[in-house]
């Protein structure tokens, strides 16, 4: 192992330029930022005759030159204008996309997976480019467009950091074989890129700016054409050419020399066309070597007949003669600039030159590590963190190289501040911060670049306190950048960073909530998984209440259930959670109510649906069915108790049984068994209840007794006795019918008042985990409802004449042996025995004694 290049150790996750000191090019490439989608330069030739068209299109022609525009998606922006919000319309399948590549990578290639994000979010950028170029820059759509190129470029930096962060974990352990000392500035430079993971890194992120830059660069400018295509400054040779011909004395002073110094040595001006043709020249090569296109630049300059500008861009390689250290025998080329050191002091002269162009300063100043000439020309805030990057490289690798012996005398010609520079990541945020720029400033606000910020500077704990303040001061974040944090903190914790808990417990809440709000329905559950067991029953059954449609509910169940959640522990939560916005109390029964089924009763009655989907939670169905009546129960809205009660399906205790007595034989555990029991005695109470109703119901429909005509005439004698023959018949059928009621009632009101096994609302076993509100409602419920049907009882009975059976009744409830006695108050037990001394008064009057028995003469 220690004799294994580090380099090879490292190809498979960030891939190295086989020459190293192409890492310092202006045009260096690392090779995962080779693949540049919109980037119409990707494809030149400027050998091509008609090089102006090929590099300088306009944002439309570039466009639609793109691979990316074909008829569908042309097809599909048309379809996107008419929406309201056709930027929104456009990118909501980001959303089930990223949970599509989450699912697909996350346990294994998550590398791939970022592949995949950027992916997917460059696909709807180049969607919204072609909405944009039609309803404007001023769109919404341009505004969301803006989002997802920050977000696809903040996902590509994350993937070139961190794989390299990961790798270099890794390798903690791995000794790197630096061998002996060389003589060569290449190999120094590789060694220093291999060891040191801040300047390797820092490369890394001028990597990605230029290649942002090289994805925009269609972008920057109108077409520009140069009249000289072959030759320097053309129109001042035949503006010398014809003044010689003609020998008329200049008018207007010109250089009279050509050579690449004459204006600055002559102090003399070229023609007008030129020095435009110049200025536009010059802004442009600062363009390319922005976006890292340097071979591009020179490509470009000995189009327009300045190769010497061209050889000036390329002295910056670094020198290497592998023939020092082969062992061939035959020569080998030898690469670089053997002279660099008086390269680069020229080039930090021409950078502080006043009188040069200032984009020309620029060019020399990113080649000489030479800051305020280059920020000079930098407008955004990329352009910025590029010129301090690109700068601390510089500084970094010259060290080394003067360190190591490497560097040349003239470079102690460079200023003391740039040789003494001490530069961090950390110092060039601070300085951006201090900026003049107010646009830069301005910038360093925005989201997606203080994301950027964290993720260079590796600070996790800053980036989810920024995460943090976001969620508590802003009232609304855009969608796609909470999706953006929630997808980063699952990327981070993949990796198995230590990340604070709170703070990811909260974006995911907050992403679950958005996905609840858009009705993303098929999302949530994968999401609320990620949460702590105990939250994620929370959210998701905050999310079931929601669901109204019932039939999207065993849906949303089969998704809780493929995500690994505790559906049983969530269905019973969301019962639950019903369960307890009602604040309503127990109420005595002798008080006013209103007793029909209102909207928020029917809520608590269709909920009791999301527990009966498993016949495994038929024992939670159950006892919430159970605590859903007992409170209809005591309100007396006995309809609504008969709809909870009617939701469990008959089979219940018989699949409770059978499920208990599949796993073991022992009895069925105390909470289920009283849960049966409770079952049975509501079962009782709403039999009786509905036998007095229906007592009731035909007791008030007793037929009418015809009233005889006074003075009729035979034939109305003949209908009258026709009709009094109908009566008594209907009267008999009636009295029947009332009688097996009467029988009926009594019946199962003694059902519940002399319920078995202790009686009505108590549990047979104790030995279970006492519920105290659980207990006080049954408690209350006898309070509430065996007088009750007392009452009813007694009124049915005194009503059918049974003034008998009406006194035996107090036999019962002052029976030791039932205790019913207890449950009555004593204005209840006042008012009962004024009822049975009703009953005995009409027992004289039957001439019986008081108790109903006849009396002994």
């Not at 020179?298 to 910056?316: D, I, M, P, S, V």
């Not at 399906?649 to 409770?656: A, G, Q, R, V």
Request: charged share 25%; proline share 4%; hydrophobic share 40%.
């Amino acid at each position: 192992m220690k004799n294994t290049p580090a380099s090879l150790f490292r190809q498979a996750v960030t891939p190295r330029v086989p020459d190293v000191s192409s890492i310092l090019a202006p045009g260096g490439r690392t090779p995962r930022f080779t693949h540049t989608p919109r980037g119409p330069l990707s494809n030149l030739n400027l050998d091509d005759s008609d090089w102006t068209n090929s590099i300088y299109t306009s944002p439309v022609s570039g466009l639609e030159n793109t691979s990316f525009f074909t008829d569908d998606i042309t097809n599909l922006s048309s379809a996107l204008l008419k929406e309201d919000d056709p930027g929104e319309s456009a990118a909501v399948s980001l959303f089930t996309d990223f949970l599509g590549s989450f699912r697909k990578h996350s346990l294994s290639a998550v590398f791939d997976l970022l592949e995949e994000y950027q992916t997917v979010t460059q696909e709807k950028v180049d969607v919204l480019q072609s909405v944009v170029i039609r309803a404007g820059q001023n769109s919404q759509t341009a505004g969301v467009m803006w989002l997802l190129q920050q977000e696809n470029c903040t996902w590509r930096l994350i993937n070139s950091l961190y794989r390299d962060r990961v790798h270099l974990a890794l390798e903690d352990d791995i000794m790197i074989d630096l061998g002996v000392p060389s003589e060569s500035e290449k190999v120094v430079v590789e060694q220093l890129f291999q060891r040191d993971a801040v300047i390797r890194q820092s490369q890394l992120v001028v990597d990605w700016l230029e290649s942002i830059a090289k994805d925009q660069i269609g972008d920057f400018s109108d077409n520009i054409e140069y009249y000289a295509k072959n030759v320097c400054w053309e129109n001042t040779l035949h503006a010398l050419k014809m003044r010689r011909k003609s020998g008329a004395s200049m008018t207007v002073p010109l250089v009279t020399e050509l050579d690449p110094d004459a204006p600055f040595r002559q102090q003399r001006p070229l023609v007008d066309l030129d020095r435009e043709d110049d200025a536009r020249l010059l802004k442009n090569l600062f363009t390319l070597v922005r976006a890292g296109m340097t071979e591009e630049a020179q490509r470009l300059c000995k189009r327009c007949g300045q190769a010497w500008r061209a050889a000036t861009l390329e002295g910056w390689k670094l020198y290497h003669d592998p023939n020092l250290s082969s062992v061939n025998i035959e020569l080998q080329p030898v690469e670089g600039n053997p002279q660099r050191g008086i390269w680069k002091a020229c080039c930090w002269r021409m950078a502080e030159e006043e009188q040069l162009n200032r984009y020309e300063k620029a060019i020399y100043a990113s080649l000489s590590g030479n800051l305020k000439p280059l920020l000079a020309v930098c407008e955004s805030w990329e352009d910025y963190v590029w010129a301090y990057f690109r700068v601390m490289v510089d500084s970094l690798v010259e060290k080394d190289l003067m360190s190591s012996g490497m560097a040349y005398q003239e470079m102690e010609a460079l200023p003391r501040e740039y040789l003494e520079a001490n530069w961090t990541m950390e110092k060039v945020f601070y300085e951006l911060q201090a900026s003049e720029s107010k646009r830069v400033l301005e910038e360093t606000k925005e989201h997606y670049h203080i994301i950027q910020k964290f993720i260079i500077l590796g600070d996790l704990d800053g980036l989810l306190d920024e995460f943090s303040d976001w969620l508590a001061t802003t009232k609304s974040l855009p969608s796609h950048l909470l999706r953006f944090m929630t997808h980063v903190i699952l990327f981070f914790r993949s990796l198995g960073y230590a990340l604070k808990e709170e703070v990811c417990v909260n974006v995911l809440i907050a992403y679950v909530s958005l996905l609840i709000r858009d009705q993303q329905i098929d999302l949530v559950a994968s999401y609320v998984s990620q949460l702590p067991s105990d939250l994620a029953t929370v959210q998701y059954a905050s999310f079931l209440e929601t669901i109204t449609q019932p039939e999207l509910r065993p849906r949303c169940l089969e998704l809780g259930t493929e995500a690994g959640l505790d559906i049983t522990a969530i269905t019973k939560r969301v019962v639950e959670n019903v369960r307890e916005r009602d604040e309503t109390e127990f109420t005595h029964h002798n008080q006013s109510l209103e007793t029909g089924t209102s909207k928020d009763d029917q809520k608590k009655i269709d909920i009791i649906d999301w527990l009966l989907f498993d016949p495994a939670h038929r024992a939670e169905a159950l006892k919430q069915s159970n605590a859903i009546t007992r409170k209809f129960l005591a309100l007396q809205k006995h309809d609504a108790a008969k709809a909870v009660f009617s939701k469990v399906p008959e089979d219940s205790m018989k699949k409770i049984y059978s499920q208990w007595t599949g796993v073991t034989d022992t009895l069925l555990p105390a909470e289920d068994d009283n849960a049966i029991r409770e079952h049975l005695c509501i079962r009782a109470y709403l039999e009786a209840h509905e036998a007095f109703t229906d007592w009731f119901n035909h007791s008030s429909t007793a037929p009418q007794k015809p009233a005889p005509a006074p003075e009729a005439k035979f034939t109305e004698k003949v209908a009258n006795e026709m009709r009094e023959k109908e009566y008594q018949v209907s009267l008999s059928a009636w009295s029947c019918r009332l009688d097996a009621l009467t029988e009926d009632v009594k019946e199962r009101i003694y059902n519940v008042l002399l319920f078995v096994d202790g009686g009505w609302m108590v549990d047979n076993q104790q030995d279970t985990e006492q519920d105290s509100e659980r207990s006080h409602q049954m408690a209350a419920l006898r309070s509430l409802c065996l007088p009750r049907l007392s009452f009813l009882l007694l009124s049915v009975l005194q009503n059918s004449s049974r003034h008998q059976e009406a006194l035996r009744l107090a036999d019962i409830i002052s029976s030791d042996q039932h205790r019913l006695y207890q449950v009555f108050s004593k204005d209840e037990l006042k008012r009962f025995l004024q009822k049975q001394r009703e009953s005995s008064l009409s027992l004289l009057d039957r001439g019986f004694d008081p108790l109903g028995y006849e009396l002994q003469s």
